[in-house]
């Protein structure tokens, strides 16, 4: 099974970095395809970044692509997002998601964190 805990949201000024964690208790990390969601509020969540089960692969959407970096680490069934340049319309409660089968790119994710805040102040 699939437990997903994330942690390192937080407050920070435009322009600002943070970094996210989201950590897996299962023993199957590695055979998941991982994500980064948010939701803004009153939006609807969206897709972050993407990286594959191997971590070979990676995918962003437009919107933070050159700021935000995933990867994960499956010998400490660990993904991190490093946000940099933060803006305020990052702004959102982010989800890290696992996922078991292809394509990577996907909404249809099937566990899913709480979330954690971020706030971008301009």
């Known amino acids: 099974q699939v437990h997903l805990v994330e942690s390192g949201g937080g407050l920070v000024q435009a322009g600002g970095s943070l970094r996210l964690s989201c950590a897996d208790s299962?023993?199957?990390?590695?055979?998941?395809?991982m994500g980064w969601f948010r939701q803004a509020p009153g939006k609807e969540r969206t897709i972050v970044a993407v990286?594959?089960?191997?971590?070979?692969?990676?995918n962003y959407a437009d919107s933070v692509k050159g700021r935000f970096t995933i990867s994960r680490d499956n010998a400490k069934n660990m993904v991190y997002l490093q946000m940099n340049s933060l803006k305020p319309e990052d702004t959102a409660v982010y989800y890290c998601?696992?996922?078991?089968?292809?394509?990577?790119?996907?909404?249809?994710?099937?566990?899913w964190g709480q979330g954690t805040q971020v706030n971008v102040s301009s």
């Open positions: 990286i594959s089960a191997s971590g070979d692969s990676t």
């Open positions: 998601a696992a996922r078991r089968w292809r394509p990577v790119w996907s909404n249809a994710y099937a566990y």
């Open positions: 299962g023993r199957t990390f590695s055979t998941y395809h």
